[in-house]
Each structure stands twice: as C-alpha cells, then as structure tokens.
C-alpha cells in the first residue's frame, strides 16, 4: 500500500459525472495506491500511521503533533497509478495494482479506521472517476509512506 501524504491547510476532490463535491479544511490530503499483495493488515498499519503522524508544528514550530493533536481531517482518495511501474520503457504498467473491487475494499477500510479507530474526521473521493484535487500544501510538507506484506 502507498500513500503520498500532504499536510494542507485546505483540500477538495470534485466529480463531474455523477456530481460529487468534498472538501476539508487543515489536515492531511492522502494519495492512497493499494497494491495486489495488500491486505486489512496493511490497511490497519497504513490507517494508523496516518493518524500518529507527527507533521504538524508544536509551539516551538517543531513538526511534533499528529493530525489526531491538531483536530485536522483526512480527505483519502484512491490512485491506483501509485502502484505504476515506470521502470521499463516510457509508458507505466499496472500489473501491480490490485484488482478493482479489492482496492475499493481497502481503500475505504483505510478511510472508515482513520474515522472509526482514530477519530479523524473523513471525506473521501469517488473510487475509480475521474477526480479533480485542490489543495494548498502547507510547508509544503510532502510524505511518501508505504507499507508492503514483505515489510511485517
């Protein structure tokens, strides 16, 4: 599972067709790829990571509290093109994403432990439409997290 994690001081996902709008305020906009070996146990690791995160600023401007501290939302989005393997030629491959209806499983497991488990209020993207993201990173403060089954 991959997620680039954004600390923004605002973000929006919007569907044209059919019309969906979502948009939270101070928090973390999460990129999250779920790969074909993905399983709950990396959803559950993924989910609270995000929540623990130390990257927000404490008094003393250091990066030392979690979203959980400030009382930021989550907006997750599901991007299956992190799972991209670009190592070959110029056009990426695919073939280690998951397949559709697994990705959708643990995409919103990730989502619904982060609000449930955490506390962290959600709001999500549309799985597989096509999503226009707005957001102003703050820092700019830009993670890459991943967590393979291998990794346990």
């Not at 404490?58 to 990066?63: A, G, L, N, Q």
């Not at 070959?88 to 209806?101: D, E, V």
């Not at 989502?111 to 993201?133: D, K, N, Q, S, Y």
Request: hydrophobic residues 45%; glycine residues 8%.
């Amino acid at each position: 599972m991959i997620a680039v994690v954004q600390r923004v001081t605002r973000a929006a996902v919007t569907v044209e067709t059919p019309p969906y709008h979502a948009s939270i305020g101070a928090g973390l906009c999460i990129l999250l790829g779920v790969e074909h070996d993905d399983t709950d146990r990396e959803a559950a690791w993924i989910a609270k990571k995000l929540a623990n995160l130390r990257i927000f600023r404490d008094d003393d401007d250091k990066m030392n509290r979690s979203i959980i501290d400030v009382g930021g939302a989550a907006l997750v989005v599901s991007q299956f093109t992190l799972a991209g393997d670009c190592a070959k030629g110029n056009r990426p491959s695919f073939i280690g994403a998951a397949a559709p209806a697994e990705a959708e499983r643990l995409y919103l497991d990730v989502a619904h432990r982060l609000e449930h488990a955490h506390g962290v209020p959600v709001r999500t993207g549309v799985f597989g439409a096509m999503m226009a993201i707005e957001l102003i990173n703050d820092g700019p403060v830009t993670l890459i997290i991943r967590r393979r089954p291998t990794d346990v």
